[in-house]
Structures are given as structure tokens and as C-alpha cells.
């Protein structure tokens, strides 16, 4: 029996997303990044002397996980901490290297953001549509 299960927009939602999810972590492989680093360095750069607790918020993860972050990010070169030791306030900043790295990336996501939008021209547009609408209400 080939009965079509109905639609659910939750599920066709997850779905896309899933599918697009591996294919941009895939996409940011060479350039040394998960999917989470690149938001936090996006984060980092977006906000110059952003807290690590707002950093946390944002990224939706532990205050410690956000610290193991950006340690990493310190040592190899792309953010830095510039009042980095106990009882201090951090005021994290992106380097010229972190920049560099992020306008790379800014290049996947265009190719990426072509690729999708060619394949799925029709969702492409409904889903900037309903952001448009969501922003103006």
C-alpha cells in the first residue's frame, strides 16, 4: 500500500533544514569550521566586546562550552580576549584573521544560499516572503 502520509509543515521543515544543515557543515570543513564555531565567531564579530555569558545566550550553550570556544578561537589566531584573566570583564574582538576567515565563509554561504535557491526556487521565495513578514509585523 502506497497511502502519501500528510503533509506536516513541523516535519518538511525539519527535513529541509536537516538536509541543508550537513550540507553547509560539509561546505565549512575545509575552511576548519563546524557549524557552531561559525557562529560564534559571527557572533564575536557581529557584537565587538560581546560577554561570554552573551555569548552563551546567543549560541544557545553553557557559559563553559562558550570559554572552551573561544579559548580555541585565541589560540589559533581569530579572536581576541582583551582582558583575559580572573575577576575581569572580557571584551571579545574578531582578529584581521578571524575576519578573514569569516569573509571566506560569507563565500560558502553565497554559493551555497545559489545552490539552494536554484534547486528550490519555489521555497527559496516563500521562505524569504514569510521572513519579510515576520520582521514587519
Do not use: C
Amino acid at each position: 500500500m502506497s497511502d502519501v502520509p500528510p503533509f506536516s509543515p513541523t516535519i518538511m521543515l525539519l527535513t529541509v533544514s536537516r538536509v541543508w544543515e550537513v550540507a553547509f557543515a560539509d561546505a565549512l570543513k575545509p575552511l576548519g569550521l563546524t557549524t557552531r564555531q561559525y557562529g560564534l565567531l559571527g557572533h564575536v564579530r557581529g557584537t565587538p566586546g560581546i560577554s561570554f555569558s552573551e555569548l552563551a545566550r546567543r549560541s544557545r550553550i553553557t557559559v563553559q562550552s562558550a570559554h572552551t570556544a573561544v579559548a580555541r578561537f585565541v589560540a589559533a589566531g581569530l579572536v581576541d580576549d582583551g582582558t583575559a584573566h580572573a575577576g575581569a570583564a572580557s571584551t571579545l574582538s574578531v582578529t584581521a584573521e578571524g575576519d578573514a576567515l569569516l569573509d571566506r565563509a560569507a563565500v560558502v554561504v553565497a554559493d551555497l544560499d545559489a545552490e539552494f535557491a536554484a534547486q528550490n526556487p519555489e521555497l527559496t521565495d516563500a521562505l524569504r516572503a514569510h521572513m519579510i513578514r515576520m520582521l514587519s509585523s
